[in-house]
């Protein structure tokens, strides 16, 4: 990697926003509240058990093992280049699709906003103009970026935290449109007759990717001052200021909308709308503060990307110096970002956007329901991503640590194997639950797009990672800079 001309740092203030920014998803808030009353305990339960070791994980990985590389780093210390190669994969295969979604979400609020249905070159030209912006973006470290981020983190702040106002002063005032009416409305598993309902668990990948991102945090190891220090911390104070900002939103929708009546894709909005009337603001005042708020929304749309774009960069480069991506796409910027991944990210995107537009508009509206199930194939493959980090952390700790005071998590070995395997517990029942959400024959008729992409991604990835050199040491290229003085 060419050295880079300057040095950029990174403060702590700007880390902790950077982790809100990575982390804290706007889009994700509608679908969690879907979930219904029980979605209280299910976060006190996956924040317990899933939040709080993943966190402080990647905290120590992040700095006992200090590398632009991150999670690929880590994976290969514990199990060498082919399982390395194998998360980069599932990485890559999740972010075009991730970004084509947050693209077609740009136009849907916009229209929601504006309220007028735009044309499809519209629609098109916009989702596209999206692409470029995050894919230039991403060809910028973060400590080149690290404005547009915080301005993001502050403007997720005051979005979420408007809605769950407004939701605390109508059901003090009002009532909610959600009431719980017994103690098993708030239990997870239990259905409407209070019998067992194992469906729930499909919640469980809703709210584990609300979580996701922390071990993009490590990668800015090299932007830090200190990041012995830093990393952990913008990790805790992060994931505490996370957890409120995404409990006070969903609650807030709770209160303005009936489950059965929500709108994953507008919710948000829908809500402002909602509660913004039952305060008896005039129509007039209700469209500017949804146009501001939609705007803000759009805004953290595009800096969540650039927050998260040099980690998966970096990730994806790392692989390609092993030959599980083309060489090209190690290649980097004289500040060290790697530009080529960048771009194809953007171009299989861009890809995606113009498919799924042309589907929806000129072949037929099955089409387009079959092209969005695939979409669902970047959640999966996210969630793919991080079950070798759990086992990983568990052989590496258990050698001890590497650096000198890197953040350690001090503990016995049952603390140890909770942190490790809870967590991994947890992503095997959202895995299961998301690919197989019923257990009977007719779910297949459905799912089945699904099911099929998951194998055929596993495939491709099983034949990239063939041509890979196995081996458990990194070459010079890639070693780990130790941050001891």
Not at 55 to 67: H, M, N, V
Not at 291 to 296: D, F, I, P, T, Y
Not at 324 to 336: E, I, L, V
Not at 375 to 385: A, D, G, N, R, W
């Amino acid at each position: 990697m060419p050295e880079k001309k300057q040095k950029y740092k990174f403060r702590l203030f700007s880390a902790v926003l950077a982790t809100v920014c990575i982390i804290l998803v706007g889009d994700a808030v509608a679908p969690t509240a879907s979930i219904g009353n029980s979605q209280y305990i299910w976060w006190i339960i996956m924040i317990l058990c899933f939040f709080i070791p993943y966190g402080l994980i990647s905290a120590e990985l992040g700095t006992q093992y200090p590398s632009e590389g991150g999670i690929y780093t880590w994976i290969e210390k514990a199990f060498g280049s082919k399982w390395a190669s194998r998360v980069a994969w599932f990485y890559w295969v999740n972010y075009p699709l991730w970004i084509a979604s947050l693209a077609d979400l740009v136009t849907t609020y916009l229209m929601q906003m504006l309220g007028f249905d735009m044309t499809w070159p519209l629609i098109l030209a916009i989702q596209l103009f999206y692409i470029v912006l995050v894919s230039v973006l991403g060809c910028l470290r973060i400590s080149q970026s690290d404005v547009l981020a915080n301005i993001g983190a502050v403007a997720k702040f005051i979005f979420m935290a408007g809605l769950g106002g407004l939701g605390i002063y109508i059901l003090v005032t009002q009532g909610t449109a959600n009431p719980i009416n017994s103690i098993t409305d708030l239990l997870p598993l239990v259905g409407e007759n209070g019998g067992l309902d194992l469906a729930g668990l499909g919640f469980v990948s809703l709210i584990i990717f609300n979580m996701l991102g922390f071990e993009v945090v490590s990668t800015f190891a090299e932007d830090m001052e200190n990041p012995k220090k830093e990393i952990p911390k913008a990790i805790i104070y992060g994931g505490i200021l996370i957890a409120i900002f995404y409990l006070l939103p969903s609650f807030g929708i709770g209160v303005a909308i009936p489950v059965q009546d929500l709108s994953t894709d507008t919710g948000l909005l829908d809500s402002y709308n909602i509660l913004l009337s039952n305060i008896g603001l005039s129509v007039g005042a209700i469209q500017a503060i949804i146009v501001v708020v939609g705007g803000l929304f759009i805004y953290t749309l595009i800096t969540n990307i650039a927050a998260w774009n040099f980690g998966v960069n970096s990730v994806i480069a790392y692989a390609a110096e092993d030959g599980a991506f083309p060489k090209s796409w190690m290649k980097r910027t004289k500040d060290g970002v790697p530009y080529v991944v960048s771009i194809w990210t953007g171009i299989v995107a861009a890809i995606i956007s113009i498919a799924g537009i042309l589907c929806a508009n000129f072949i037929s509206e099955d089409i387009t329901n079959l092209f969005w199930t695939f979409f669902s194939l970047s959640l999966v493959c996210l969630l793919l991503v991080y079950l070798p980090m759990f086992l990983a952390f568990w052989k590496l700790h258990r050698q001890g640590p590497a650096v000198k005071n890197g953040f350690w998590i001090e503990g016995g070995k049952v603390k140890i194997a909770f942190y490790s395997f809870a967590p991994f517990v947890l992503l095997i029942v959202a895995l299961f639950f998301t690919l197989f959400p019923e257990f009977n024959l007719e779910m297949f008729s459905y799912q089945w797009p699904l099911i099929v992409g998951v194998c055929v991604a596993i495939i491709i990835g099983e034949i990239l990672v063939m041509n890979v050199r196995d081996g458990k040491n990194l070459p010079q290229s890639k070693k780990s800079k130790s941050l001891d003085a």
